[in-house]
Each structure stands twice: as structure tokens, then as C-alpha cells.
């Protein structure tokens, strides 16, 4: 049996449901020396500000139980080599390419936008306003629903009318259902829930913190139930967004669970430190998890962990065997 992998994430159809994540891959070229990344549904890029930006001290990167500890402090190019160099790369690979954006402004964010309206290869935006690595606490725009939504309303008046955009949201808020009310309110086509979870490690040796801008943003296996958490209470309030989840996924079996929580497609990304082939090794996982149990179309598993869409059919039920 063949499993139908395409997603439809509001208009943007990709061939597969397994993207990368941002800022764990770059714009692709190392994953692609291991594997063939057009495999994907898409790349989506590490997040890009206006100017290059040489990012935090180190040390910026500490392991954790289940996870990782990271400071980069939104290291990177700048948005004119991007375009001019890993764009063109990546349009040349025909790869499908969700470009994603971060500024401590909200005119940054206008101006990248504008900036990729006519970028090779670009099928949509992420609009990173949830990056817990700004010195500024106040610039963690996803934090407050208004301060998010008026980043959300500059993107979309300086977007193309049909290019799709995605906020993405973090999950240190009391209330994430607010802040993607807001965003969708302002213009918001899509949502990525989530980005990484703020912390701290402290060196039991030093007994000082292990990273030189003493918290940095959690990711990997550890913040799984926090993102399913969050996806399952957004779906439940907004049942027609398309969502993008991420968050410690690094099997087949957990891409299903957070399509079961209500992704539309998933982004793999911590888990390529400890193995690069993972966003392939997840897809293909996931498509064998899926024909085990008898399903012919991956979109037939989103949202089944809701009350409100029961088991009924014999291939539903098979997921709980």
C-alpha cells in the first residue's frame, strides 16, 4: 500500500509533511552532503535579521537531560548574502524554501519582508517573533498578543497577497490560545508551535551557569509533552489553522503523536546534532508507522486526539493497538 504524504498547510501544498526546523540546519547545505534534503516537504532556514550578526559568547550550547541548552543569539549572514547565496542555492536544488525572519523591530520585519518578495524559491514565511535569545526581554514579541500581532500586521501588508505566513509562538506565555488568537486576528495564514522553552544550567562544579548569557532556550525530547501540549490546546481553539509542530521530535512515532495533537506537518530539529540523517530517517518512519496501521493518507491522523473527532474507522482504530 502507497501512503498519500501530501499536506495541504492552507494553500502551500508540500509533497511531505516532515520539514526541517529552524535554526538547526541552516539554509541545508551540510544535510545535504548526507542526505537528498529535496526529500522533504521543505527546508525552513535558520532565522535571518537585516544585518549579519555575529551572535553570543561562548559558551552558547550546553547539553541537557533530554535536550539541549542554547544562547546563539541569532548568529548569521545578514539578509543580502541570504538571498544572493544560500536562496539561490537552495533554489537551485529545487528544494521548497519557508524563510524565516527575526528583528527587534517591527519595521525589521517589514523591511525583510519586502526584501524576500520576489527571493528565489521562497513558499512561505516564518515569523520568528519567539526567539528567547534577545538581551531584551520586551523584544520576545510572542509574549503579549498585541506587540505579537503588530509584527504579524507589518509582515502581512508588506507580503505578497499569497504568500502564506507562519507565526511562531512560544510556550513561555500563561496563555498560548491568546497569542495565536492575536496572530491569526492580525494576518497569520499559519502557526508554528513551538519554539524552544527558556532555561538555565548550572555548572555543579562552578555552581556558576554553564552559558555565558546565563539562559538560553531548552529544545530537544525534553519540551515533547510541553509542544503537544500546546498544539493540542491551539487545534482545540482554532480547528481550521494550519500548524506546523515542533519540539523534541525524533522518530516516525513521534511525528504521528503531534499530528494526533493536531500538526499539520512536523519540523525536525535538535535531533540532527546527534543524527544528521534524522528529518529523512522521521519521513520515512513515519510513512512505514502509517501503512502499518493500515492508512493510506497521512491527513487521515490529524486531530485524532480530540474528543470531537472519534474513532470510527477500522484504520483509526488500529492506532491503538
Known amino acids: 500500500m502507497k501512503v498519500n504524504m501530501a499536506v495541504d498547510l492552507g ?22 552532503r548526507i542526505f ?17 550578526r555575529q551572535g553570543r559568547p561562548t559558551p552558547r550550547m550546553a547539553e541537557t537531560p533530554s535536550g539541549m541548552l542554547n544562547s546563539i543569539g541569532l548568529q548569521g549572514p545578514g539578509i543580502d548574502r541570504f538571498i544572493n547565496e544560500d536562496l539561490v542555492w537552495l533554489a537551485e536544488r529545487g528544494v521548497p524554501t519557508i524563510a524565516s525572519i527575526a ?23 516564518e515569523v520568528n517573533i519567539s526567539c528567547p535569545n534577545h538581551d531584551d526581554r520586551d523584544h520576545v514579541f510572542a509574549c503579549y498578543p498585541e506587540p505579537a500581532a503588530k509584527v504579524i500586521e507589518a509582515v ?28 491569526v486576528d492580525a494576518g497569520a495564514d499559519g502557526l508554528t508551535l513551538i519554539n524552544t522553552v527558556l532555561g538555565l544550567a548550572i555548572d555543579p562544579k562552578t555552581l556558576r551557569p554553564v552559558l555565558s548569557a546565563v539562559t538560553g532556550g531548552l529544545s530537544g525530547p525534553a519540551i515533547r509533552p510541553i509542544a503537544l501540549r500546546c498544539i493540542h ?14 519540539g ?69 482504530v488500529s492506532l491503538n493497538e
Open 36 to 52: 537528498d534534503i529535496t526529500t522533504l516537504g521543505a527546508m525552513i532556514t535558520k532565522s535571518i535579521m537585516l544585518e549579519p
Open 233 to 246: 490546546q491551539v487545534r482545540a481553539a482554532l480547528p481550521k489553522i494550519p500548524i506546523i509542530g515542533v
Open 248 to 316: 523534541g521530535v525524533t522518530s516516525g512515532q513521534d511525528a504521528l503523536t503531534f499530528l494526533a495533537a493536531g500538526a499539520n506537518a512536523i519540523s525536525v530539529g535538535t535531533w540532527v546534532f546527534s543524527d544528521p540523517n534524522a528529518p529523512a530517517r522521521v519521513s520515512q518512519e513515519l510513512a512505514q508507522e502509517l501503512k502499518a496501521r493500515g492508512v493510506s493518507d497521512v491527513n487521515e491522523v490529524v486531530n485524532l486526539a480530540h474528543a470531537e473527532y472519534p474513532l470510527e474507522s477500522d484504520a483509526v
Open 103 to 125: 528583528g527587534t523591530h517591527v519595521h525589521e520585519y517589514a523591511e525583510l519582508t519586502r526584501r524576500l518578495r520576489s527571493a528565489p524559491g521562497v513558499v512561505a514565511l
Open 156 to 183: 502581512r501588508r508588506s507580503a505578497p497577497f499569497d504568500l502564506p505566513i507562519f507565526a511562531k509562538l512560544s510556550p513561555d506565555v500563561t496563555d498560548i490560545v491568546e497569542i495565536a488568537h492575536a496572530v
Open 11 to 32: 494553500g502551500l501544498v508540500l509533497t511531505n509533511p516532515v520539514l526541517t526546523a529552524s535554526g538547526c540546519a541552516a539554509s541545508g547545505r551540510e544535510l545535504d
